[in-house]
């Protein structure tokens, strides 16, 4: 085995995003002939080098793969410690409030996007196990070729490759817990065969995790679903993925992929709000109902040809859904299907540039049924048709890249029944007619990358344009669809990048500068506010309220639709001190700011925005045989809300209450320490991860946004009514805060034969 050396970054870093190098035998080239690698990318049609994309790219290779999922088979965790500006991990099944760069990335598996925009979840992280990916891009901004909507990037997550070999078996079992408690105890298997027999190759994985309960660094147990929205204790976890491919005598290639994965909790009790402290797990009621889970499918077939009609062409056809609900029975689902057609010409006018053409269409269609069984988002279907067109001109050292994409789609609603949810609604309980909206824009693309030896200088400008979430819908304030179109108006986002990326001998690094301004961005904010005013008039009818004087007054459904910008840094770096030891980490500052419409420009709150975010790693290969990795993660605090003062009634007769809104309160900071080992034999690889190394008592990010507002310290005059509703209004101030957990341990076994 060959020892480990930082990689040439070449005109193409990052690669691996640095940690967990030493995992596995490194088959990049050696520095020592000099030679330097290319590294591609493949969420678009046809593999692009890195030195091609003139934005910040992070290439996540199977060594640093591995070395985070010895310590939780969590995905979002792996992305909040690799990926500087994904936010901070919420130990959930859900990756609510998980922002990257201070809004949403759009995701895809094998180029299949499997998000769900219509009706955001915070289950796509949730749709593939970690066992199943060999490799994972991320590419901020937006491109012409596979467009994004509004969001501020693509994370393309690939699956492994069938083997070269006749055929080839891969397994791997698991048990891991917490050291508090056996009953934290969980299992998992893995079983991989692949192979190649003449033209034809497989693959078939099926992995299964069964995990036990939760405990958090004092031993105190935590419910396993601690928000409601699924939780990763008590989880049953099935996964299967099937590939076949076939490779034509003209070097074409056909491939089918199939996939299925199922999470569903097992909860055994119930769980309790405390005031001024955590949710517990309540031992005297055991849990009833439906507990939540996640059902995610997908089918993919690709047709490749190097030469068709003097053109290299790309073809593809998919169709996934996803079935998701909450512990309040909330269910949505979502059904899609796409066609993408691409074409690069082989012979240009200059041999050295790239053109890509083509066209994506799409049917997205969307169901959410509410825990009283209504269809509250009906069968709504988007249809996109979205011709495209890229070039690439290439000179010497500098390259630059144009893109013209025109978004076109239209929004079919049929008649549904607004539930009004939240603030003002109007028309809750009544039927709404539906009918058609339609939505047409050009969006461009620009970019260069100027290469000089050892270094690049990269810069972009994007733009995105998409509808969001349709929840606005559940509170409409008019009796046709049709007469909403101008709530129901698309974000159109402009996306900046500046940066600068390369390798001195051994030190590689990629630092980053973005800025995006946004018009209509949709933001959830605070309307706790509403919802205790109009309880109280439904009360007592003399407590009327002026809405226009409400914490957010343009709120819809507890979304705001604003002018935004957001900006930020992003820094990766890795430096080998020697063959033995690497030296690394990322780290992140993201703010933001939004128009409101009584105060101007205020800072982004913390649903949109994370703390700063620093991760720091030891990669150690101390022989052929053992090594492994030491990272240290630091989430910052945050504290840009400003205090308010909320009366109640709104006339304050009761009292006005001093403190902050809901996703306005103060973070604290906390860091973490992670340890990760690994010894090679010669029957197989063994493995220990150990996460919260010294027993951290903390909460994560997303549990303190509510437990510091204002409601948690309401106090009505003693009236039972009054009682009830204050106890209502306390419970969700604190229903989302919980510790996360302590010290756990994963010990796992795999071998290849």
Not at 5 to 31: M, V, Y
Not at 716 to 726: G, H, N, R, V, W
Request: charged share 20%.
């Amino acid at each position: 085995m060959s020892k480990f050396k930082l990689a040439p970054i070449s005109t193409a870093i990052l690669l691996a995003t640095f940690g967990g190098a030493a995992w596995a035998e490194s088959d990049q080239l050696s520095s020592d002939n000099g030679e330097m690698e290319i590294i591609h990318v493949t969420a678009k049609p046809f593999d692009t080098p890195v030195s091609s994309l003139p934005g910040t790219v992070q290439i996540i290779d199977q060594e640093a793969i591995q070395a985070q999922i010895s310590l939780s088979a969590d995905l979002s965790s792996l992305l909040a410690s690799l990926v500087p500006s994904y936010g901070p991990e919420t130990q959930m099944m859900s990756s609510t409030y998980q922002g990257f760069r201070g809004r949403k990335a759009i995701v895809m598996i094998d180029g299949v996007v499997v998000s769900n925009t219509l009706r955001d979840t915070s289950r796509v992280l949730s749709s593939i196990s970690v066992e199943n990916i060999a490799r994972i891009e991320v590419i901020q901004g937006a491109s012409a070729v596979y467009g994004n909507g509004e969001s501020a990037g693509v994370i393309n997550l690939i699956t492994h490759q069938a083997s070269s070999e006749g055929i080839a078996f891969w397994s791997e079992a698991k048990i891991a817990g917490s050291i508090h408690d056996a009953d934290s105890i969980g299992y998992q298997l893995s079983q991989r065969i692949s192979g190649t027999q003449g033209q034809f190759n497989y693959l078939a994985q099926l992995n299964w995790r069964d995990s036990g309960t939760l405990f958090d660094g004092e031993g105190t147990q935590i419910p396993s679903d601690p928000a409601g929205r699924g939780g990763q204790g008590e989880l049953e976890d099935f996964d299967a993925l099937v590939k076949l491919g076939y490779l034509f005598d003209d070097d074409s290639t056909m491939a089918l992929n199939l996939h299925s994965r199922k999470l569903e909790n097992q909860l055994s009790f119930a769980r309790k709000t405390v005031f001024d402290e955590t949710v517990v797990v309540d031992t005297s009621k055991p849990f009833t109902g439906d507990a939540p889970y996640s059902e995610n499918k997908y089918v993919q077939f690709t047709y490749n040809a190097p030469s068709m009609g003097g053109h290299q062409v790309n073809i593809e056809l998919s169709a996934s859904e996803s079935e998701n609900t909450q512990a309040n029975k909330v269910l949505t689902q979502s059904k899609k299907q796409a066609l993408r057609i691409a074409a690069q010409p082989l012979v240009l006018p200059r041999e050295q540039d790239k053109l890509t053409y083509g066209i994506d269409y799409q049917v997205d269609k969307t169901k959410q049924i509410s825990a009283k069984g209504v269809c509250e988002i009906c069968n709504v279907e988007q249809t996109n048709l979205a011709p495209f067109a890229e070039y690439e001109f290439n000179q010497d050292s500098f390259m630059l890249q144009f893109g013209l994409r025109y978004e076109n789609f239209d929004l079919d609603v049929p008649d549904y029944l607004a539930t009004g949810r939240y603030g003002y609604t109007p028309f809750s309980g009544k039927t709404i007619e539906g009918g058609s909206l339609s939505y047409r824009k050009p969006v461009f693309n620009l970019g260069g990358v100027y290469r000089f030896e050892t270094t690049e200088i990269y810069a972009s400008f994007s733009q995105g344009y998409g509808l969001g979430d349709l929840r606005r819908l559940r509170s409409i304030d008019v009796a046709k669809v049709e007469q909403y179109d101008d709530k129901m108006t698309p974000t159109e986002a402009n996306n900046f990048d500046l940066g600068y990326r390369g390798q001195f001998d051994n030190l590689s690094f990629d630092i980053g500068l973005f800025y995006t301004q946004s018009e209509r961005a949709q933001s959830y904010v605070d309307i706790l506010d509403q919802v205790i005013y109009s309880t109280l008039a439904s009360l007592d009818p003399r407590l009327v309220y002026d809405q226009s004087k409400t914490l957010n007054p343009d709120a819809i459904d507890a979304v705001v639709s604003r002018d935004e910008k957001t900006y930020g840094v992003e820094l990766l770096s890795s430096y080998a001190i020697n063959d033995t030891f690497t030296l690394g980490g990322n780290f992140s500052y993201t703010q933001g700011e939004y128009r409101h419409p009584t105060n101007g420009w205020v800072k982004m709150n913390n649903a949109r925005i994370s703390p700063m975010k620093a991760n720091i790693f030891l990669d150690m290969n101390l022989n052929d045989e053992f090594g492994g990795l030491l990272q240290v993660n630091y989430v910052g605090s945050r504290d840009e809300g400003s205090e308010i003062d909320l009366a109640l009634p709104q006339n304050g007769m009761w009292g006005t209450f001093k403190g902050y809104s809901y996703y306005n309160a103060p973070t604290e900071s906390y860091t973490t320490v992670d340890l990760s080992l690994f010894y090679r034999s010669d029957f197989g690889q063994f493995t220990l991860g150990i996460k919260n190394l010294f027993d951290k008592v903390y909460r994560p990010t997303y549990a303190q946004m509510g437990s510091g507002s204002v409601y948690g310290g309401i106090d009505l005059p003693s009236d039972p009514t009054l009682d009830q509703l204050e106890g209502l209004v306390r419970d969700y101030a604190f229903k989302d805060s919980y510790n996360a957990q302590g010290t756990t341990f994963t010990l796992g076994y795999q071998v290849n034969y």
